[in-house]
């Protein structure tokens, strides 16, 4: 038998939402999750760029209708101990984010294609990074001002303002008691002596100003605290399987 050294554990508790609906302020309990129906008109006004920011609850199966174009599907998960690929993860089952952006004269935010249309034809349900039909979706639509020079700066606001909004889920999220998760995962990265080793190449977009991807935010698949591959010039970077399992990629196409 060949030596083991664990190197890193990752423990994540998944705690699953039956409900979600629209109330005077964010929470979690007994499988309802309650979004704040106040809180995005306090967002629409952080940035002079933004004309209006809409949020929709998308019920399970509910997707015969129009989105303008998706620039993200977001898990809303939190560390509770650690950094990103080790410690503690809570995470919310059964609910996604769909983060959708256009401008007020129709452009779609998308650079080489956009997927404005019906969900039903847009959406590849129950792939992996995608929800499944049987998900709630929290459906935060940015409108941007018409006119403006599309450029980076653009979906980098759209994509912090979307991560404020889910970091006051993530905070209430952080101190749910753990002991009572619906499910609980543990995951080892393992250094087996004697043992051949194996590196995965993954290549991820660094071209421009949609298609880009941030690592090691300060949250699993967040936004705020990463790095864009394009501003560290395209250089390879080393992950850990548990780092890429907790979140430590965000795409930003």
Do not use: W
Not at 28 to 55: Q, R, T, V
Not at 108 to 118: D, I, L, N, Y
């Amino acid at each position: 038998m060949c030596k083991e050294d664990i190197l890193r554990k990752l423990t994540i508790k998944c705690f699953h939402i039956k409900e979600v609906e629209f109330g005077n302020k964010n929470s979690i309990n007994d499988g309802k999750l309650i979004i704040n129906k106040d809180l995005f008109k306090e967002l629409s006004n952080e940035e002079e760029i933004i004309d209006e920011i809409k949020i929709h609850i998308i019920k399970p199966r509910d997707h015969d209708r129009y989105v303008n174009s998706i620039m993200d599907f977001i898990p809303i998960s939190t560390k509770v101990l650690g950094k990103i690929g080790q410690g503690i993860t809570h995470t919310l089952t059964g609910v996604y984010v769909m983060l959708t952006g256009a401008d007020t004269e129709g452009v779609q935010m998308a650079e080489f294609g956009s997927s404005e249309g019906k969900m039903n034809d847009k959406v590849s349900f129950g792939k992996s990074g995608t929800p499944s039909k049987d998900d709630y979706i929290i459906h935060f639509d940015v409108t941007l001002k018409g006119g403006l020079e599309f450029n980076r700066d653009l979906p980098l606001t759209i994509h912090r303002l979307c991560d404020n909004f889910i970091q006051d889920i993530r905070n209430i999220l952080k101190s749910k008691d753990g002991r009572k998760a619906d499910e609980k995962h543990e995951y080892y990265d393992r250094l087996r002596h004697g043992k051949k080793k194996v590196l995965i190449v993954k290549q991820i977009a660094g071209q421009g100003m949609m298609y880009d991807n941030q690592l090691f935010p300060n949250e699993p698949s967040g936004f705020t605290g990463g790095r864009s591959i394009i501003d560290l010039g395209n250089a390879p970077v080393i992950i850990s399987p548990n780092e890429y399992r907790d979140g430590a990629i965000r795409a930003m196409t």
